[in-house]
């Protein structure tokens, strides 16, 4: 008995612990490139999950501007799903346009830029609920599945050990957006920009390389896996309202600085270290769990798991 609690808790951790890491890997992407958190991250991590629901031709509530309304039509899952995290990558290059590159042509000092995305986060928020209400969304469980039943049984005489489908679906998602990204960034050619406009952006842009153009891909992709990542939870738990991300965009904060500001492999690490951690303690405390990890981290390495210490020369 002891065993299997183990073995289920294990998969509880590992599937929040990989929607934690590929959100951190939006707020990475961003920081990787402009040296700045996006805090409409967390927005941007509703927006997702509420396109989906949108899409799938399921109707708003009893609240909101757009009580009782819905799409004259209803895409299948997979589709509903990669439709909402390019929704929400749209409305991050917006953001992006909107709050962060007035500043960035300006020379603005970077506590602005976090200002104004905080301030954009906040707007979202309340036009999520102006639209739509302040009530709770669910998608249909058969419509997530489709023709897999809801749990899983792989008990043995005297072992019981019964593993809900959702979340082995949630992992499995997780683990083939890492393996893309990580493709993307590390063997493609605009991957490959990146990452030069990360180490030095004015040299990048003094051999040609568009900087502006990348900054943009760079904000479409951290919106895009973040909507995802909206959409992997509420498939979970549910949209329990606008503020649904905002607890998510502190733990996202937790995760980039455990596996260390900037690094990608650090963001997956530090993800999954949370996300275990959760899974072995009381619900009560799973919201303090990210930041005791964080600070007991942080007072061993300071620079994070994978972080590597910067060397300043004088």
């Known amino acids: 008995m002891q065993a299997t ?58 609240n909101g501007l757009l009580a009782q309304q819905r799409l004259p039509f209803g895409l299948p899952f997979l589709a509903a799903v990669i439709g909402g995290g390019v929704l929400a990558g749209l409305v991050n290059i917006l953001i992006e346009r909107v709050a962060f590159r007035p500043l960035r042509m300006r020379g603005a000092d970077s506590l602005l830029t976090l200002v104004s995305s905080l301030g954009v986060a906040v707007a979202l928020v309340n036009l999520i609920q102006y639209l739509v209400g302040a009530e709770a969304y669910s998608y249909p469980s058969n419509v997530i599945l489709g023709g897999l039943p809801v749990s899983i049984n792989l008990s043995v005489p005297g072992q019981p050990l019964v593993l809900r489908t959702v979340q082995i679906v949630i992992f499995i998602v997780s683990m083939v957006i890492l393996v893309v990204l990580t493709y993307f960034i590390n063997y493609t050619r605009t991957g490959k920009a990146l990452r030069a406009v990360a180490e030095d952006a004015t040299t990048a842009n003094l051999l040609g390389i568009n900087t502006d153009r990348l900054i943009w891909i760079t904000f479409f992709v951290s919106g895009f896996i973040g909507g995802i990542a909206g959409t992997l939870v509420a498939m979970s738990v549910g949209i329990t309202g606008p503020y649904f991300g905002i607890s998510f965009g502190l733990k996202g904060l937790a995760v980039i600085v455990l596996g260390g500001l900037g690094n990608i492999p650090g963001a997956v690490v530090g993800g999954l270290v949370i996300g275990m951690a959760e899974a072995f303690v ?24 994978l972080g590597r210490t910067l060397v300043q020369k004088v």
């Open 5 to 62: 609690l183990i073995f289920q808790q294990i998969v509880n951790g590992l599937a929040i612990g990989s929607v934690y890491a590929i959100f951190a890997l939006g707020y990475t992407l961003v920081f990787s490139i402009l040296g700045i958190i996006n805090f409409a991250h967390g927005a941007v991590f509703t927006l997702g999950a509420y396109f989906t629901y949108m899409l799938l031709g399921s109707p708003v509530g009893f």
């Open 282 to 305: 009381p619900s009560q405390f799973k919201d303090a769990v990210a930041f005791v990890v964080l600070f007991i981290v942080l007072i061993l390495r300071p620079q994070g798991i």
